[in-house]
């Protein structure tokens, strides 16, 4: 890509979102902590929150970028996978970064790709080895410490073929950080047979505004696993993380857990390209509104004969204020193809609490047990601490609300 | 164990139930009869306490207990289960957690599944998905692990199979003749909760459980030892005594409106 056109890019604004001024964030590459023992105390417990252990029990390797700077990168011994900074990793690997760097993300894609591609490089560069089934998750987690800062990630990660990771990309800010971007650009390569789980949580700062960019590359008879879970408030997300399936075989399956509090804006899409027959794709959304706004996009897009996806998009109001809105598309290109939908958005049905209180269930409790099945997508590739956290979470937040 | 005195009900604007007086003894097991919308289901949705049946006038008394304003989860507590002819679906709480929600422990519920064949349902949505066979199966399930002391039954053969109508029978019998043992302090026999082993014993009257039942075709007559009939007629109640069989010959030779009328007033 050429600078003069990625310079161009830099006032393109993006398909979807409020347009971000980010002249008006402080884009910086400082150093604004030394290790993780420096975090403040919510600091940490917020990490904790968003999956990231910091005793480094049961993971495979961990990384963490504090604002736009590296702050640990270690592999656990014997571990067949390397785990860097990507800036560093570009310097490395030059054949690797022909092969992959910007391959699955356009760096005009818009100004937030742009400002990534142009500014010094940061975020993870995981690449394992060809066969290599790493047990424990790894653990990536990119932290905002700094108020009105600017940051800048891109992720390249890459399985061989017959390969296997789960990972759990963490992402959080300081309490004490009110404001701040955080621009999130993540390239997926699955090999192929190989498999890859994404956990991603998110846990921002009230007036933190937040653009990921997703592409992932799926290979012949390849999986991919996306888990996405935000339950905190956020005053501005917006993110359509897509999956080309280009090998036959190949699977791919996007799970979304949203709840908006008041003062949230969520804008979480999913897109499946199907590229080549004999592929399948699933994306679930899970959507709950106690206040804030969420808008769902999915779109299925079947480029090839007998494939099959299915788009489901299930929101619930507990609120009078904010909204949910599910925009579903399909896309069938060829007379083979298997494409559908289902989106119900609506409050929790009063036959259900009624039927759980015949049951001998109070109506808080009928009430909680519906919103955690309603949340209760199955969510594979989770690690069990994990899973019973994001119970926990929604138990307090119910008992918060009163539920 | 239920006195039903006066009661009148209406779901929004529409009175549906008029002047209802209905009176079931400790083991005691009443059917009741009645052309489609003439306000069956809502007696029993009125008994349980589901929100939107209003009562105009007249009063449910429980076990000694007025619970005419008692909310629908305090009956359920007070030994009041139903099984409704459409449950709801709800969508991640599986019929194991369901089940144990009702009351019984993991042991158990994977026990009485197996009884009601269920046992592949167990990790599925409550209702997802399932057919009107299972639908029942399902609630009679979740009722053996509440036990509750007075059951209601709308419809419980309807949708079910020829093969299966046996099975839903047998289970509406245990719940009502099961004696809880955990929790009943008249449970002293030897045979308690092992009715088999005790023909002697009226089983009904051991546990001193009660029920109503809703039915059209009457095939759980066959499993259940009901005493009583009812034919409910355009919101009113008549037949205070009939027997239950022969209520439903005279209703499958002479129609409802006869026999609500004119041959049940012969048996005053």
Request: charged share 20%; proline share 3%.
């Amino acid at each position: 890509m050429e600078k003069n056109n990625l310079q161009a890019a830099l006032q393109k604004q993006a398909a979807f979102g409020a347009d971000l001024d980010l002249k008006k964030f402080d884009d910086n590459n400082d150093v604004h902590l030394q290790s993780a023992e420096d975090l403040s105390a919510s600091g940490k417990a917020k990490l904790e929150k968003v999956g990231i252990d910091l005793q480094e029990s049961n993971r495979s390797a961990t990384f963490v970028q504090v604002d736009n700077a590296q702050l640990k990168s270690d592999v656990k011994p014997e571990t067949p996978l390397t785990l860097m900074n990507t800036g560093l990793a570009a310097q490395k690997y030059p054949d690797l970064v022909e092969k992959y760097w910007w391959h699955a993300v356009k760096p005009d894609t818009d100004k937030y790709t742009a400002i990534t591609a142009l500014e010094k490089e940061n975020g993870y560069f995981i690449h394992v080895r060809a066969g290599a089934k790493i047990a424990f998750p790894l653990q990536a987690c990119v932290f905002m410490s700094h108020e009105e800062q600017l940051q800048r990630v891109h992720n390249v990660v890459i399985l061989e073929e017959g390969s296997e990771l789960n990972i759990i990309s963490g992402c959080a800010s300081d309490e004490a950080v009110e404001h701040g971007v955080h621009l999130g650009i993540s390239e997926m390569f699955v090999g192929k047979n190989a498999k890859l789980s994404f956990t991603m949580i998110h846990n921002w700062g009230h007036n933190v505004a937040v653009r990921p960019r997703t592409v992932t590359l799926v290979a012949e008879g390849g999986t991919y696993i996306s888990n996405y879970v935000c339950m905190e408030k956020v005053k501005d997300i917006q993110m359509y993380p897509t999956v080309r399936l280009q090998g036959k075989g190949a699977v791919a399956r996007l799970n979304s857990v949203l709840v908006a509090p008041p003062g949230s804006h969520m804008d979480v899409g999913g897109k499946a390209v199907l590229e080549v027959p004999g592929t399948r794709a699933e994306i679930v959304t899970r959507s709950i509104s106690t206040g804030g706004e969420i808008i769902n996009r999915g779109n299925l897009t079947g480029d090839a004969e007998n494939i099959k996806a299915h788009l489901e998009c299930h929101g619930l109001m507990l609120s009078n204020e904010g909204y949910i809105r599910a925009i579903p598309e399909l896309f069938a290109e060829t007379g083979n193809s298997e494409l559908s939908h289902e989106a119900a958005v609506g409050r929790i049905a009063p036959e259900e609490i009624q039927y759980l209180m015949a049951r001998g269930m109070s109506e808080e409790e009928a009430t909680a047990t519906i919103v955690r099945g309603f949340l209760n997508v199955n969510i594979e590739g989770l690690p069990a601490t994990l899973s019973k956290k994001i119970t926990d979470t929604l138990d307090a937040f119910q008992m918060n609300k009163g539920m | 164990m239920l006195n039903i005195e006066h009661l009148s009900v209406a779901v929004g604007d529409k009175q549906i139930l008029t002047d209802i007086n209905l009176h079931i003894g400790y083991g005691e097991v009443h059917v009741l009869f009645g052309p489609n919308g003439t306000g069956k289901s809502t007696l029993i949705s009125t008994i349980m306490g589901f929100e939107n049946y209003k009562v105009l006038e007249g009063k449910i008394v429980f076990k000694g207990q007025d619970i005419t304003r008692a909310s629908c989860d305090e009956r359920a507590r007070l030994g009041i289960g139903v099984m409704i002819q459409r449950p709801p679906t709800i969508r991640g709480l599986s019929l194991r957690k369901m089940v144990e929600i009702c009351g019984a422990t993991s042991k158990e519920a994977e026990s009485m599944a197996a009884w009601m064949g269920m046992t592949d349902f167990l990790d599925r949505s409550v209702n997802e998905g399932f057919s009107g066979g299972e639908l029942k199966r399902s609630e009679l399930l979740q009722l053996m692990a509440q036990k509750p002391e007075l059951l209601l039954l709308d419809e419980p053969e309807s949708g079910v199979d020829v093969e299966n109508i046996a099975l839903v029978g047998r289970a509406a019998n245990y719940i009502l003749q099961h004696v809880d043992c955990r929790q009943d302090k008249k449970c002293g026999t030897s045979c308690c909760g092992h009715k088999a082993d005790c023909p002697k014993n009226n089983p009904l009257a051991e546990s001193g459980h009660s029920g109503l039942i809703i039915t059209h075709l009457g095939h759980i007559l066959k499993y259940v030892p009901a005493s009583h009939a009812h034919i409910l007629y355009n919101g009113r109640m008549t037949c205070p005594k009939g027997d239950p069989l022969e209520v439903l010959q005279c209703i499958s030779r002479m129609g409802y409106e006869h026999c609500a009328g004119a041959a049940c007033a012969r048996k005053g």
